[in-house]
């Protein structure tokens, strides 16, 4: 039984081990060929350019049609891409010949070419062709962009010469100047001409430019490109640490602490006192549960030889029960630091995401009116430091403990709610009292109204 067990996760480990190994061949492989198909569209409907409707006349749903493949595609290829960049950081090999790539063909000319060689060949083809979808939105910084969207006319249209807002701006004016210059880092300047009048004329000329529609469209479309990575970007960030716990713990982490607390050692069921009270505890109450059912006529009375084999039940019953959420919490820690792990190779290897997501909510955070980031300061200082926030801390942190199998100290529970809270609130006083009040001076005033 024991030694079946150890050559089902040898093998588990190195069927594992295997498609670690061919992950960045693999990746590598997909997006060029993602590529290529993106190659075909253009030389079969575009002569062999960048997509642009007016090559050939095609319609608007037309064009809709294959913008989405190439698209696609182009998603495609940067996810696999993203993938071959990590795996070669997670395997930390230098060589490229290591990770199965082999000496063949160039896919251009046909000559031959070694394993370096074709991997360059394949690199610069798939940079090429990702480099001709790319622009540079209006919020990146300096000339790096952020956000990846295919050309279109209205894309390549030259820029105007004032800077164009996103196309919610154009409507809405409502905006304060303060908080536009503290978001930039901009100094703000003095003038003998009142700001709103300026911004009046600036919008008027914005408006009647020719190529102002161009602008706002190209804005847009960044600004929804924008908003569709972030959002992507955040479930990965939440869908990959979640399933590395669940499947690690069930596929990994489960049988390997399984196998070792089988063993024929003893293995101690109780990783805490506090386990062993409670074990305690269930069988002194299964025991009066079976005093009162007598007492009461719901059973037989029983002899004593009947009321030890009913207690050996109810104590192997406990006995399994603490044994398996001592194994779970021992589970959880590993699992745990696996998720953590996943968590941060994600932040490190996703560097443009992560930029992209802090300028989008950036946007989202500035964007809201007064009233509704004082009421969103009020609800995390009430959640968090409020009056009603130590019962809420309790049980969070008796629930963190019970996950890793940690004893649940009250003495330390209740020094941590006299401190955390205290010195969290002082944060919160100091952060609104440092930048919010120098960003958005309304803001702060309408919560000092509400929190009155």
């Not at 030259?158 to 908080?179: F, H, I, L, M, Q």
């Not at 009250?410 to 205290?422: D, E, Y």
């Amino acid at each position: 039984m024991k030694p079946s067990m150890f050559e089902q996760l040898r093998r588990v480990f190195g069927g594992l081990r295997g498609w670690v190994d061919t992950t960045p061949n693999r990746a590598l492989e997909q997006a060029y060929e993602a590529i290529l198909k993106i190659k075909a569209i253009e030389d079969e409907h575009f002569e062999g350019q960048t997509i642009n409707p007016e090559i050939k006349g095609y319609s608007a749903n037309v064009y809709n049609y294959f913008r989405r493949e190439i698209s696609q595609q182009l998603r495609l290829a940067r996810v696999r891409l993203r993938e071959f960049r990590t795996s070669q950081t997670f395997l930390k090999l230098s060589a490229p010949q290591s990770f199965g790539f082999e000496q063949g063909r160039s896919p251009q000319n046909g000559k031959a070419l070694t394993g370096d060689e074709l991997i360059l060949e394949k690199l610069r083809f798939i940079d090429a062709t990702l480099a001709r979808y790319q622009i540079v939105p209006p919020f990146a910084s300096g000339s790096r962009a952020l956000v990846p969207v295919e050309h279109s006319p209205a894309s390549l249209a030259p820029s105007s010469k004032g800077k164009v807002r996103d196309a919610g701006d154009r409507t809405d004016n409502r905006a304060e100047p303060d908080e536009d210059e503290a978001r930039q880092g901009g100094t703000r300047q003095n003038s003998f001409v009142p700001r709103s009048i300026l911004g009046t004329f600036d919008r008027l000329r914005r408006d009647l430019d020719p190529e102002a529609e161009q602008e706002v469209v190209k804005s847009f479309r960044v600004s929804r490109a924008q908003t569709a990575l972030a959002a992507r970007f955040v479930l990965i960030l939440v869908i990959v640490p979640l399933l590395t716990h669940h499947l690690s713990k069930a596929f990994v982490v489960g049988p390997a602490v399984d196998y070792f607390r089988s063993a024929p050692e003893e293995v101690e069921i109780f990783i805490n006192n506090e386990m062993e009270e409670k074990a305690f505890q269930e069988i002194q109450r299964a025991r009066e549960r079976l005093e009162f059912k007598i007492l009461s006529h719901q059973l037989e009375p029983l002899t004593e030889a009947e009321m030890r084999e009913r207690m050996e039940i109810e104590a192997a019953t406990v006995y399994s029960n603490f044994e398996r959420r001592g194994s779970d919490a021992i589970k959880n820690i590993f699992a745990d630091l696996l998720a953590v792990m996943a968590f941060s190779v994600i932040l490190v290897t996703s560097r443009r995401e992560v930029a992209i997501l802090k300028s989008f909510m950036d946007e989202v955070v500035y964007g809201l009116s007064d009233s509704a980031k004082a009421f969103i300061i009020i609800l995390f200082t009430d959640m968090f430091v409020g009056f009603h926030s130590p019962h809420g801390w309790e049980v969070l942190l008796e629930g963190v403990a019970r996950h890793f199998g940690l004893p649940e100290s009250r003495s330390f529970i209740f020094l941590f709610i006299a401190t955390f809270p205290v010195i969290l609130d002082t944060v919160f006083k100091y952060w609104i009292f440092r930048y919010l009040n120098r960003i958005s001076p309304s803001a702060v005033a309408t919560y000092r109204n509400m929190n009155e």
